[in-house]
Nanobody, 126 residues
Framework: EVRLVESGGGLVQAGGSLRLSCAAS????????IGWFRQAPGKEREGVSC????????YYAGSMKGRFTISSDNAKNTVYLQMNSLKPEDTAVYYC???????????????????WGKGTLVTVSS
C-alpha cells in the first residue's frame, strides 16, 4: 500500500524556517516523482516544488525560488522541503504527492498526482 506522511509543520514567525518531511512507504523514491503542494485558506491548491526520480531535477514555483529547497534521502525513503525566509502568505496546508509529472521548466499539474498525503499545517505569523 502506498502511503505518504507529512510532518514538520507548525507555527513560525515571518523570516523563520521550517523543514517539512514526506515519509514514503509502499514504494521507493526511485519509482515516482515526488511533489509538494499547498493550499491556503479559501484558495486553490498550488504546486510548490517537485523532484524527479529519474535524474533528481527539481522544479520550484516562482515565489518559492531561492527560499525553498526540495531534497530526497533514498536511504530513509523521505523527501524534504526546506523553507526559509517564510512569509505570512506561505501559510497553508502543505501536501506531498507521488507519481506526478515533474519537469524543471513546467509548473506541476495540481491534480496530476496519483498518491497524496494528508498534509501538514504551516502557519507563519507576521
Amino acid at each position: 500500500e502506498v502511503r505518504l506522511v507529512e510532518s514538520g509543520g507548525g507555527l513560525v514567525q515571518a523570516g523563520g524556517s521550517l523543514r517539512l518531511s514526506c515519509a514514503a512507504s509502499g514504494f521507493t523514491l526511485d519509482d515516482y516523482n515526488i511533489g509538494w503542494f499547498r493550499q491556503a485558506p479559501g484558495k486553490e491548491r498550488e504546486g510548490v516544488s517537485c523532484i524527479s526520480s529519474r535524474d533528481g531535477n527539481t522544479y520550484y514555483a516562482g515565489s518559492m525560488k531561492g527560499r525553498f529547497t526540495i531534497s530526497s534521502d533514498n536511504a530513509k525513503n523521505t523527501v524534504y522541503l526546506q523553507m526559509n525566509s517564510l512569509k505570512p502568505e506561505d501559510t497553508a496546508v502543505y501536501y506531498c504527492a507521488a507519481d506526478l509529472p515533474c519537469i524543471a521548466t513546467m509548473p506541476i499539474p495540481v491534480y496530476g498526482s496519483r498518491y497524496w498525503g494528508k498534509g501538514t499545517l504551516v502557519t507563519v505569523s507576521s
